[in-house]
T-cell receptor
Framework: GIQVEQSPPDLILQEGANSTLRCNFS?????LQWFHQNPWGQLINLFY???GTKQNGRLSATTVATERYSLLYISSSQTTDSGVYFC???????????FGGGTRVLVKP | NAGVTQTPKFRVLKTGQSMTLLCAQD?????MYWYRQDPGMGLRLIHY???????AKGEVPDGYNVSRLKKQNFLLGLESAAPSQTSVYFC???????????????FGEGSWLTVV
């Protein structure tokens, strides 16, 4: 199956800082999503982004499908951004979304 | 707008007991999934369904069974619970997989299961 790797595993930020999270995947994909899991365990879909760039407020994501990676940008981080960020990928002709191990983010006030 | 609803949210089982987790979605989605998340780890797929009456194995299916008798419901069963099945279980649904725009996957809020 497809392998999904995220980096860094942990990230500590001062409130207001910017950061970039990376997701590498081992095969061609036609579905790539980013999720945020808040400290209460709730999983929220951030982006559906198999290719290209999208922005939603302070968050944006870019997927370069030909080079098999996706980036999630957090700008002007806030304490509410804390939690774990997961990317998940579905390879072409597949039907099982595979999750990476996540990046644990802590934003300090 | 309920989305994906899981019941129960919390449960403590004794080793060897059986139980069923129920997942219901009101978005008329074809695809439904059961994942487990162990502490500090990502989600691993247990079983999934691509439509009413179908089920398929994911990464970690052993010790679990599933059924999709109605399109809106996906049941996860533990026939004889073991301490290794202590985990948080997430149900999810999506309209379809494959190269269709907007096939976001939606998650339920999780079910915390402890087996003692």
């Amino acid at each position: 199956g497809i392998q999904v790797e995220q980096s860094p595993p942990d990230l500590i930020l001062q409130e207001g800082a910017n950061s970039t999270l990376r997701c590498n995947f081992s095969d061609s994909v036609n579905n790539l999503q980013w999720f945020h899991q808040n400290p209460w365990g709730q999983l929220i879909n951030l982006f559906y982004i198999p290719s290209g760039t999208k922005q939603n407020g302070r968050l944006s994501a870019t997927t370069v499908a030909t080079e098999r990676y996706s980036l999630l940008y957090i700008s002007s981080s806030q304490t509410t951004d804390s939690g774990v960020y997961f990317c998940a990928a579905l390879k072409a002709a597949g039907n099982k979304l595979t999750f990476g191990g996540g990046t644990r983010v802590l934003v300090k006030p | 707008n309920a989305g994906v609803t899981q019941t129960p949210k919390f449960r403590v089982l004794k080793t060897g007991q059986s139980m069923t987790l129920l997942c219901a979605q009101d978005m008329n989605h074809e695809y439904m999934y059961w994942y487990r998340q162990d502490p500090g780890m990502g989600l691993r797929l247990i079983h999934y369904s691509v439509g009413e009456g179908t089920t398929a194995k994911g990464e970690v299916p052993d010790g679990y069974n599933v059924s999709r008798l109605k399109k809106q419901n996906f049941l996860l069963g533990l026939e004889s619970a073991a301490p290794s099945q202590t985990s948080v279980y997430f149900c999810a649904s999506s309209g379809a997989t494959g190269g269709y725009t907007g096939n976001t996957i939606y998650f339920g809020e999780g079910s915390w299961l402890t087996v003692v």
